[in-house]
């Protein structure tokens, strides 16, 4: 790692923490008189190594932005935990193009992340990319394809309380996996169409002659669905298991001041952590990167059901300095795909103009917070900063770059974004 002292939280599924590593972390940053902790969480990373390398370029700047004769005293905290991320998505900005005269379906790193990420199921995404591969031209096979998928994810009881909460308090198997499957793969054939530049879906799927196109939606609809997994586990590994850790530390004597950072799937899970933690406990700051959940997630009231609320209103009040998103308008993953795979999810009810109650955290930032502040990224570096609260800020200017269907959602490694996370926290002279 770029930076020292820095210590690793492996959690699984459940949440459960390796123990050995909580315990060093805890020994060893109360002997180290740390006047802050940086606690970040990755998003959608498929292996340990892909999220330390991950955490390792974000961390790298902090050191000559504190300086040397700084008064802060750092300690970084990498949480890892059981994700994945389809091979085909831009990494930290990185493209990643397809070799030529790749076939269609999945790749073979996507196959083996699936393996890896639902154990015992490996008949099932064989077959998943069997047909992927042939685009069968029958709709039996998309029934077919449905099937496979809900029997895949799995959705009822595996992630408990704090997994199995939608981000709008809307509960229920998500709509996705009940629908029709041929209306479900229309939609996210066209947000891809979309997300490419491309337009014509209908053109398109005449020149195919067939349902051929409909076998990209049904991609997608693999990808969303691992998604909804990864989401609702990062709401269990939060709450269960991130946010105890967190209580332990705000308990040491003299305690470091905590900061939480979390990038897509990663920035609810420290969302969540806050829920976790114990009775009269805090943390100072926290910042979203490109966070994968609902904008109404904080809301007290929900602006198409008034009578309900985000499930996350509370968090913010866990946290005494300000809470942070870093939203960007290149993150196609977030602008484009999560809004169809919410609407088609059932993760809210009645329709608001321009279907604003689908949106993303990390795409228009927090919605429907009274006295949220909304800032650009020259305002959040150089001018005042809030010090509690939502605040919003657009950091478009630097998270621009990837390509579809992810977009820019990777692309946080920018030293803005770091001077960000320290304005956030007042750290040193951030």
Not at 177 to 189: G, K, S
Request: hydrophobic share 40%; charged share 25%; glycine share 12%.
């Amino acid at each position: 790692m770029s930076v020292r002292p820095y210590w690793e939280l492996r959690f699984d599924a459940y949440g459960d923490v390796d123990v050995r590593q909580r315990d060093r972390l805890l020994e060893q940053a109360a002997q180290r008189d740390l006047t802050d902790l940086l606690v970040f969480s990755h998003g959608w990373n498929n292996t340990r190594a892909m999220a330390t390398r991950f955490y390792d370029r974000f961390f790298a700047p902090f050191p000559e932005l504190l300086g040397e004769a700084g008064p802060a005293r750092l300690g970084y905290v990498g949480v890892v935990w059981p994700s994945m991320r389809f091979a085909d998505e831009s990494l930290a900005g990185l493209p990643r193009e397809p070799a030529p005269g790749t076939p269609p379906g999945l790749d073979s790193d996507t196959h083996q992340a699936l393996d890896v990420a639902f154990p015992g199921r490996q008949q099932i995404v064989a077959r998943l990319a069997e047909l992927l591969a042939e685009r069968p031209e029958r709709l039996v096979a998309l029934d077919e394809f449905a099937v496979l998928v809900r029997g895949l994810v799995r959705f009822r009881g595996d992630f408990g309380p704090a997994g199995d909460a939608a981000d709008t308090d809307a509960d229920g198997v998500p709509a996705m996996f009940e629908e029709d499957v041929t209306e479900v793969c229309e939609q996210f054939a066209a947000a891809l169409t979309e997300a490419r530049g491309k337009t014509d879906t209908e053109d398109r799927a005449v020149a195919d002659g067939g349902i051929g196109w409909l076998w990209d939606g049904a991609h997608e609809l693999l990808r969303q669905s691992t998604y909804y997994v990864m989401k609702r586990r990062a709401g269990t590994v939060g709450r269960e298991g991130l946010g105890p850790v967190l209580g332990a530390l705000a308990g040491l004597g003299p305690a470091p001041r905590l900061h939480l950072i979390g990038h897509g799937f990663g920035g609810r899970l420290v969302s969540y952590a806050l829920a976790g933690l114990p009775e009269g406990a805090t943390v100072d700051s926290m910042t979203l990167l490109q966070g994968a959940f609902s904008h109404h997630a904080f809301a007290e009231r929900l602006p198409h059901a008034t009578d309900r609320g985000g499930a996350l209103r509370s968090a913010p009040h866990r946290v005494r300095g300000p809470v942070v998103s870093c939203h960007s308008r290149h993150d196609t993953a977030l602008g484009l795909l999560y809004p169809v795979a919410a609407r088609v999810s059932g993760d809210a009810a009645s329709p608001l103009p321009g279907d604003a109650r689908w949106g993303a955290i990390g795409y228009d930032g927090v919605q429907a917070v009274a006295n949220c502040r909304r800032l650009d990224l020259a305002e959040a570096l150089d001018g005042p900063f809030p010090a509690t609260g939502c605040v919003n800020v657009d950091v478009s200017e630097v998270v621009r770059h990837g390509v579809p269907p992810a977009g820019a959602h990777s692309d946080i490694c920018h030293e803005e974004l770091a001077r960000v996370v320290l304005r956030a926290g007042r750290i040193g002279h951030g």
